[in-house]
């Protein structure tokens, strides 16, 4: 089975530039997660979608972050403008419903210099 | 503020022998758990949950442990092998979606 698939793998832009990470959900999850992992901080919940709808953003950490959900096998990640302290791996997750394990896709690891 | 944090950030064990990875939390009020692991370059994999209900929860060769009076949880890893090499999560959450992530171990298994 598909597991979450999460595009592109890497990306390096330089500073200012804008950045869109794309993920597509396990097919029939209705509960999709969008995770930052750096060295310092662990992995961070961003924004939670629940039936495509935002439920908590409240992980976001400003307005240069924004994530829109249009259908239910499709979400971005939107960083404009970027900043070299956005560099991490971003990991969206999916799940069947919302008390239900979270899977992982294998993320986005982005440089920004 | 409550967190989730591990006893030891590194674990190595001879290839054969039994592994126990600890995780303690703070939050009385968790009712949900779930063990991760992660490999390099990957992302984290669902290994085992368990739920406040229970104390003990087994899987193919894993076992998760719960203790909700000194709110320890821990994992054991039967004959662990060379692919078993990797970063392991606890996390927990009381909120049904929103994960606190531990710090993670590493475990190393020798040959």
């Known amino acids: 089975d598909a597991g979450v698939i999460q595009s592109p793998r890497h990306e390096v832009t330089e500073m200012g530039q804008e950045v869109t990470l794309r993920c597509k959900p396990i097919?029939?999850?209705?509960?999709l997660f969008w995770y930052r992992q750096t060295m310092m901080r662990g992995l961070e919940l961003l924004i939670y979608f629940n039936n495509n709808v935002p439920i908590d953003d409240s992980g976001m950490p400003e307005d240069r972050f924004s994530a829109k959900m249009p259908n239910a096998s499709f979400s971005t990640l939107k960083i404009q403008p970027s900043e070299p302290r956005d560099s991490a791996v971003y990991f969206c997750?999916?799940?069947?419903?919302?008390?239900?394990?979270?899977?992982f896709g294998d993320g986005t690891r982005l440089s920004i210099l | 503020g409550e967190s989730v944090g591990l006893h030891l950030p590194t674990l190595s064990v001879q290839e054969g022998d039994n592994s126990i990875i600890n995780c303690a939390y703070s939050n009385s009020a968790s009712d949900y758990f779930i063990w991760y692991k992660q490999e390099s370059g990957k992302g984290p994999q669902f290994i085992i949950d368990i739920r406040s209900n229970m104390d003990k929860r087994q899987g193919q060769r894993v076992t998760v442990l719960l203790n909700k009076t000194v709110k320890h949880l821990s994992l054991q890893i039967a004959a662990t092998q060379p692919g078993d090499s990797a970063v392991y999560f606890c996390a927990e959450t009381s909120n049904d979606y929103k994960l606190s992530f531990g710090a993670g171990t590493t475990v190393t298994v020798r040959a």
């Open positions: 097919s029939g999850h209705n509960s």
């Open positions: 997750a999916s799940s069947i419903q919302e008390n239900q394990p979270q899977h």
